[in-house]
């Protein structure tokens, strides 16, 4: 009887174990994946204040994007960015991809995820449509992720002519 019943006992432990340590990584990949979204709602409302705050304290954000690229290291580096806006980049809409999301600790993760993004650059007035990928290592603090490193790529970029342009064209 005494086995038996020592038996069920690390049973149920290990399945509780297990259970819960899968309710852990669905719940982090869940808060990864809103994270994502969340920086998406921010650049398309210009909420910059927002935007900075998914970054951690000691956090590098870097792009080799031509023209456009930029490496900022720390909170306040990326928010002064943000708000100051010293390429005078509008931007006019920004969509993600579903991210992939592998998770490294439990306090460590990495995604990599695409985004199209419309952009008008105020000293020109072009319009570009500019596409890429985002690698990202995330961190976990307090129990909420931050971006630790995001780094973009430019895979491409079209130049969008507004509709009078594109009628004077035919």
């Avoid at 456009?68 to 909170?75: A, I, K, M, P, Y």
């Avoid at 306040?76 to 809409?93: E, K, M």
């Avoid at 990495?110 to 449509?129: D, N, Q, V, W």
Wanted: one cysteine or more; hydrophobic letters at 40%; proline letters at 2%.
């Amino acid at each position: 009887m005494f086995l038996t019943s020592a038996a069920c006992t690390r049973s149920t432990t290990m399945t509780r174990t297990h259970d819960d340590r899968m309710l852990t990584e669905h719940s982090d990949r869940l808060q990864i994946l809103d994270h994502a979204a969340r920086f998406a709602d921010c650049a398309n409302r210009h909420d910059w204040d927002s935007m900075a705050l998914l970054f951690d304290e000691n956090a590098v954000w870097e792009t080799a994007a031509g023209g456009l690229g930029f490496r900022h290291e720390g909170r306040p580096a990326i928010q002064r960015f943000l708000l100051d806006n010293p390429n005078g980049v509008d931007v006019l809409a920004y969509a993600t991809s579903m991210p992939v999301i592998e998770l490294t600790a439990l306090d460590r993760a990495r995604s990599r995820l695409h985004i199209t993004e419309l952009l008008r650059l105020r000293a020109t007035g072009e319009t570009k449509r500019i596409f890429g990928t985002y690698e990202d290592e995330l961190v976990k603090r307090d129990g909420r992720w931050y971006f630790a490193h995001r780094r973009f790529t430019m895979q491409g970029a079209i130049d969008e002519l507004p509709a009078a342009a594109r009628e004077s064209r035919r």
